[in-house]
């Protein structure tokens, strides 16, 4: 690990089986961080709860992410993959950061305002805290680097002031604050063609789909609308079936599509047949590999389990250093 240029940390809301857009827009960056980084990767379910109406898939939907992650080449022995609930200092460490964090601070920000427009009926304190616990997950394993999407870099701008504020408050530099990596995360729209692609819409393609279901979500995929007709020319610039070619297509075919369309010289059924061809491709060797861990679950039971001594063991060497700086008796 000395070799490695830092820590990193991450942590992602356990959301079940993994789509398209979770890969692109998270997983692959997880994977190639590796090579650089010591990486922590966290499943927060305890965030999960601050918008869960009812716990009932939370374990599988644990299972299965961690699952998604191992399969795409998140690498266990180097990595630390672990589920938030079971390092219970960070609720400590949360408990802590909260005392240095004025609320009307928490009410302002712009993702408080917007959770309590999506769940009026659940304006619970938790999502009030979301920021600071998310402050606590990264500084708790003293991670110095935190890779976000430019949408999200207000949130580690927060949680380096809040860092700021506590050493401030107990003179002490014992929390370190987390720089950005500004990553670009591609939006990957769904296969309606208008919205970000996510499970809740049910726009996704699964990374663990069958061939035949993942063909069968490609050919529901929204194309050109001008293109009614197998006759009429379309415009792949604002197609997302072309979007998708860009990614999981060759470059030639990537050419073919492009000047065939704009002469419909290629109809929507066949482009989309090559479109399903090549993600099936692609995703051959992740979904063999998934199978194989899928075959014994205590394997991926394990993983977390270590990964959580792991974690643990960080955390409370920070804590113990957090609770002196604070002058607890
Ligand atoms: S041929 Fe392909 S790129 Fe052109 S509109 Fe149809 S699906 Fe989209």
């Not at 961080?33 to 966290?42: A, G, I, K, P, T």
């Not at 401030?168 to 939006?187: A, D, F, G």
């Amino acid at each position: 690990m000395s070799d490695k240029k830092g820590r990193v940390f991450s942590g992602a809301r356990p959301t079940g089986r993994q789509h398209i857009g979770n890969y692109l827009g998270a997983i692959k960056n997880y994977v190639a961080l590796q090579d650089e980084y010591e990486c922590v990767y966290c499943i927060v379910d305890v965030h999960a709860l601050t918008t869960m109406e009812t716990t009932e898939d939370l374990k599988q939907n644990t299972f299965e992410m961690a699952l998604d992650f191992l399969a795409a080449g998140i690498r266990p022995q180097e990595s630390i993959v672990f589920i938030q609930s079971h390092v219970p200092q960070v609720m400590e460490l949360h408990t802590y950061l909260s005392m240095v964090t004025p609320l009307g601070k928490l009410t302002d920000l712009p993702t408080f305002k917007d959770k309590i427009r999506q769940q009026p009926q659940n304006v619970n304190y938790g999502l009030v805290g979301y920021p600071v616990l998310m402050t606590a997950d990264i500084v708790l394993y003293k991670a110095g680097i935190v890779p976000v999407g430019v949408d999200q870099a207000p949130h580690l701008e927060f949680a380096r002031e809040t860092v700021r504020s506590f050493n401030y408050r107990y003179h002490t530099s014992v929390l370190i604050e987390p720089q950005m990596k500004i990553t670009e995360v591609p939006k990957v729209i769904g296969i309606d063609g208008v919205q970000k692609m996510s499970k809740s819409l049910d726009n996704h393609i699964e990374l663990a789909a069958t061939p035949e279901e993942t063909t069968k979500r490609v050919m529901m995929m929204v194309t050109d609308p001008a293109r009614i007709r197998r006759t009429d020319p379309g415009n792949p610039d604002v197609c997302n079936v072309y979007s998708f070619h860009k990614i999981f297509s060759s470059p030639e075919e990537m050419e073919m599509v492009n000047v065939e369309c704009r002469r419909a010289g290629i109809g929507c059924v066949d482009c989309k047949r090559l479109l399903a061809k090549n993600l099936n491709q692609t995703l051959e060797s992740f979904r063999q590999r998934r199978a194989e861990l899928e075959k014994s679950p205590d394997t991926i039971y394990d993983v977390l389990n270590e990964g959580g001594r792991r974690a643990r063991e960080i955390a409370e060497e920070t804590m113990r250093e957090v609770r002196q700086a604070i002058g607890l008796p």
